[in-house]
């Protein structure tokens, strides 16, 4: 995917440029040449031996360096990348490039560049958090920079809120989405993942064991194909896909008001495990065991048909997906499913005590429409939300 490109790879003087070698690493393995631009800060951190080391490129940062000017210029460089990554971007690297600032290598090349510039921040919560900053990363947004986080978590100043560095992982990702022919730009995609919640009391509930994998999987295969992802998720401990639309949701009735009040959709995946039935008499206290033979009147209503109600919708997206896991009769139930919910698709799956599909790396699928069902091999989740991501453009075009 990443063969024959190349991008500058610009590393700020913050605590994570120590990440920039692993990003060099995941970078080369999907085939893209990274050429290294080192500030005078991130000189503290990390060296010019070791970036070369990594790269296997000759690493640049001096402005004024006659040797750099006579074998590759700073408008070269500005000219010669599919794309500018700044990571870490800091405060003060933001402020030069939403300011117009070129006072060394870095900024000079940025101002002078003709090419995509994607940002990475980095920086302490309080200092993200600052009207300049906000107002310096809006201003470059509508310059038409792209950028990638900042993350929430613990930081190396011992705080903890908005402000880590994206990991080099989805940076990476982020840059391959960048290089994929946007094969389904300007489609509006529904994708619903993770379980939902159905509360009995405030410390009880009954949900199920879907990790959410498999929802983020094909969210970020579609968002990498260009696509503008409506994300809407169950609790999970999965990281959420990097530019979808993120909605939060507990109950499968809050995932019914999400899904239907943030259309309409081009086409709609509904992967997440919904729970069929809600607790109608749920308490707002905890229920308290009287004696042994007490038993709480648990009373359960049936919750509404997101996929059958999208199905048969007024403004019906154009495809619809659903998911089967099943623990018998995979078929033919899902057959049954497809028919009953009106859906066009439905991806199923067997779920097996001794090797559940839930919270696993790998699945195995099969797909099956009104008028073929085809087995697919077991493979990564990646790799079956990047092929039913094949499988919308071929629908899609």
Request: net charge positive; glycine share 6%.
């Amino acid at each position: 995917m990443g063969k024959d490109k190349k991008i500058t790879l610009i590393i700020g003087g913050g605590i994570a440029a120590y990440k920039s070698l692993e990003l060099i690493r995941l970078l080369q393995n999907a085939h893209i040449e990274v050429i290294p631009i080192l500030t005078k800060s991130a000189e503290n951190f990390v060296t010019t031996l070791s970036l070369a080391a990594i790269s296997k490129k000759k690493v640049y940062s001096h402005l004024f360096d006659l040797n750099d000017e006579t074998e590759m210029g700073h408008i070269q460089l500005s000219r010669v990348s599919d794309l500018i990554v700044v990571a870490p971007a800091t405060a003060n690297l933001i402020s030069k490039m939403a300011n117009g600032l070129a006072d060394d290598l870095a900024s000079t090349l940025i101002l002078a560049t003709n090419k995509k510039v994607l940002i990475a921040p980095s920086m302490n919560v309080q200092m993200w958090n600052k009207p300049a900053t906000l107002s310096n990363v809006k201003k470059l947004k509508e310059y038409g920079f792209l950028f990638i986080g900042p993350n929430t978590g613990d930081m190396a100043c011992g705080e903890f809120g908005l402000g880590r560095m994206a990991e080099p992982s989805e940076i990476k990702d982020k840059i391959m989405a960048s290089f994929q022919n946007n094969t389904l730009l300007n489609k509006k995609i529904l994708v619903t993942s993770g379980p939902t919640v159905e509360r009995i009391d405030p410390i009880r509930f009954i949900s199920n064991n879907s990790s959410g994998l498999q929802g983020t999987a094909i969210a970020n295969a579609l968002v990498n194909l260009g696509a503008e992802v409506v994300f809407v998720t169950g609790p999970t401990n999965v990281s959420h896909p990097i530019g979808a639309k993120i909605i939060p949701i507990e109950s499968a009735k809050d995932m019914y008001k999400a899904v239907f009040s943030n259309g309409p959709y081009d086409v709609a995946i509904c992967a997440a495990a919904v729970s069929d039935w809600h607790v109608q008499n749920d308490s707002s206290r905890k229920i308290k065991k009287k004696d042994s033979n007490s038993k709480p009147n648990i009373e359960l209503k049936e919750n509404p048909d997101i996929l059958a109600d999208l199905s048969k919708s007024k403004n019906r997206p154009g495809l619809v997906i659903g998911f089967a896991a099943e623990t018998e009769q995979l078929t033919k139930n899902a057959k049954e499913k497809l028919i009953s919910k009106g859906c066009d698709l439905i991806v199923a799956n067997k779920v097996e005590k001794k090797s559940s599909i839930f919270g696993a790396k790998n699945n195995e699928v099969t797909i099956i429409t009104n008028d073929y069902m085809e087995k697919w091999p077991e493979m990564t989740k990646t790799e079956i939300g990047e092929k039913l991501g094949q499988l919308i453009v071929k629908y899609c075009h």
